[in-house]
């Protein structure tokens, strides 16, 4: 997400109408506006996420302990509040200000962040609740509720489901994409150092996301290879998910683990589009 930018704006437009056409005849009727809004609205989930968890954990509502040294995605501009300082007393509503405008590793976002938590967010059952009031993301409106409930079993394995609700993604263009899904994320790496969150990576396992461009079709995908999602890259960075809707059908591949913002799109047909978050 470093340098997050509605990139599908100038996008290729393109039609699957005959798998014998080549590349450049497949041009002009349908878009993968919608691939890429969706691949933007995770990319954003997971920087809310993130952001949520790292300021839980400076807060020591993550852990007993907040010691760590991983950078922050807040930078100095942003304020957060919380309603309940008591120690080990829940709910606690945290506020993230970003106010008008605050730049950290290359993102802007101004509105506000707000966190419910119910409890410690490593304890099982527990829930954070992230709602967005008024929330931009590099220009672009983003709106919804999240909702992640712990549901480890295995203390080594951590792991949550995601529900999104009432999301909709406004781009710099006024282009409005609506989406819901709900996923399971697992947490397959750095569980055994609790005081560092820079080394953690996470997985999306399993799970369905929904977009649907305003007055448009909607595009179902489906979680085919796990997505990984390592902290201290701002993009996912490996897995595949299964495109399926009126007209495009295919795979999305997120890459094999190289931290950037490239992505390629398989059509049934096989031809293959490079797309950019």
Known sequence: MKNFSLAFCSLLVFSFTFNSCTKDEV????????????????????????????????????????????????????????????????????????????????????GKLKITLSGLVSTPKSTMKIERENYYVNGMKVEGVILYTNETTTAAVPQWSRTITNGKLTSVDGSVYFNSGSHT???????????????????????????SKENGAKLTLSVAAPLVKKYDCNYV???????????????????????DNKLTYTHENGIVFNLTM
């Open 237 to 259: 960075s490996k897995g595949k998910l299964n495109v399926k809707g009126p007209l495009l059908n295919g795979t999305l591949d997120y890459g094999n683990g190289d931290c």
């Open 27 to 110: 041009v002009n009727f349908t878009d993968t506006n919608s691939i890429v809004a969706s691949a933007t609205i995770d990319g954003i989930n997971e920087l809310d996420f993130q952001t949520g968890t790292q300021v839980t954990f400076e807060n020591a509502l993550s852990k007993t302990t907040s010691a760590t040294n991983v950078k922050s995605l807040l930078g100095a501009c942003a304020v957060v509040t919380i309603d309940n300082v008591t120690p080990n007393s829940f709910p606690k509503i945290i506020t993230i200000d970003f106010g008008t405008g605050c730049t950290t590793n290359g993102i802007t976002r101004k």
């Open 185 to 211: 994320i697992r947490q397959t790496e750095g569980a055994s150092t609790p005081l560092i969150l820079a080394d953690n990576t996470y997985e999306m396992i399993s799970g369905d996301h929904m977009v």
